[in-house]
Nanobody, 120 residues
Framework: VQLQASGGGLVQPGGSLRLSCAAS????????MGWYRQAPGKQRELVAT???????NFVDSVKGRFTISRDNAKNSVYLQMSSLKPEDTAVYYC???????????????WGQGTLVTVSS
């Protein structure tokens, strides 16, 4: 399973960006999909997750500003980021918990990361 993330870039404070992540390879089912981020000098932190039933979860610092969605037909997850702040600057990583076949357990997979810079 491979994950390809895209959509990062430079944006001014208050602006918006939409991150996309598409999974490819042999995939039987995907359970949790989500985004983490890692700012310079800081540990990686969970940003948002979305379960297969659509239930979402967000870190407090992005609630009301970020939304997460998924397209199961495309094995893709999206992060819509609005009202961006300089402290949102980080490398954003997509992740999924998936299994290649019905008879194997779920495994965690990670994308390569996409840089989001919020600066004027």
């Amino acid at each position: 399973v491979q994950l390809q993330a895209s959509g990062g870039g430079l944006v001014q404070p208050g602006g918006s960006l939409r991150l996309s992540c598409a999974a490819s390879g042999t995939i039987f089912s995907i359970d949790i999909m989500g985004w983490y981020r890692q700012a310079p000098g800081k540990q990686r932190e969970l940003v948002a997750t979305i379960a297969s039933d659509g239930v979402t979860n967000f870190v407090d610092s992005v609630k009301g500003r970020f939304t997460i969605s998924r397209d199961n037909a495309k094995n893709s997850v999206y992060l819509q980021m609005s009202s961006l702040k300089p402290e949102d600057t980080a490398v954003y990583y997509c992740t999924i918990r998936a299994r290649a076949y019905s008879y194997v357990i779920y495994s965690q997979y990670w994308g390569q990361g996409t840089l989001v810079t919020v600066s004027s």
